[in-house]
């Protein structure tokens, strides 16, 4: 079930140069149950902003009745959202998508590059709450681009990458000591960002004979299945990633 509704923006949290976390509260009606890897569509009320923001489910409150969303700043569209004053209005389409799926095993590895790292808060929570404590493996260029990592804490492990050396192990999430092992002491990978990223972890998935979840990050104009934009290939041929993803597992995928 899809909803079109109206939030007011009772919080704007600046993490680093590019990254915003917005929070915003719902109305009188109860959120509707989301799966930690949908997204919604966000309308963006600014010049030259046509079409809506597809953005990750990146936190949610069902007590509060709030909906957390991390934000990076690229674009015309991403930049009016985050200059938007408290109490604005933002309407989106919601929840879209296919999430993550629950693990038969209680020994994963959520690794998130860049702003990747935005879906896998809500689904640290998701499995948290399914007595699965998690573990985050994130990679960003500089410790200057990593974000809210206290708040990853409080669920499980975090173990970080930069690519100059600036926090935690130098290089790409893959060259961290985690991933180095012959017998690796996890049985699921979930991860999102960017696609060579999850390639290789799809082929180490692979290789160890782990089930790996990847949520891509096609464009997406509509999020409906509706103008064909965010197409990939599948061993079923191509499908639509805003309706058949934007999570897949890895093996499905013609990689």
């Not at 935005?118 to 640290?124: H, M, N």
């Not at 709450?129 to 974000?147: Q, S, Y």
Request: aromatic share 8%; charged share 20%.
């Amino acid at each position: 079930m899809k909803y079109l509704h109206d939030f007011t923006l009772v919080n704007s949290e600046r993490q680093t140069d590019d990254f915003v976390v917005l929070t915003l509260q719902g109305g009188p009606e109860a959120l509707p149950e989301m799966t930690p890897g949908q997204f919604a569509e966000v309308r963006v009320d600014a010049p030259g902003a046509y079409l809506r923001r597809p953005l990750s489910i990146h936190d949610v409150d069902y007590d509060k009745q709030q909906i957390k969303l991390l934000v990076q700043e690229v674009g015309t569209g991403t930049r009016a959202l985050t200059a938007l004053a408290l109490g604005s209005t933002i309407n989106m389409l919601y929840p879209l998508g296919k999430g993550y799926a629950l693990p038969d095993s209680k020994r994963v590895l959520l690794v998130g590059g860049g702003c990747g790292v935005a879906p896998l808060l809500f689904l640290g929570r998701h499995l948290k709450k399914n007595g699965i404590t998690p573990r985050f493996l994130i990679g960003t260029r500089t410790a200057a681009g990593l974000v809210r990592l206290d708040a990853y804490r409080e669920l499980g492990e975090v173990m970080v990458t930069t690519e100059d050396g600036s926090a935690g192990t130098k290089g790409y999430v893959i060259h961290h000591p985690v991933m180095k092992t012959e017998t690796p002491d996890f049985d699921w990978i979930y991860t999102c960002g960017p696609e060579a990223m999850m390639r290789i972890l799809a082929k180490y998935a692979n290789k160890h004979a782990l089930s790996c979840q990847v949520s891509l990050e096609n464009h997406m104009a509509c999020g409906i299945g509706a103008c064909l934009c965010c197409i990939t290939p599948t061993k079923d041929g191509h499908k639509c990633t805003c309706t058949d993803g934007p999570v897949f597992d890895s093996k499905y995928l013609q990689w």
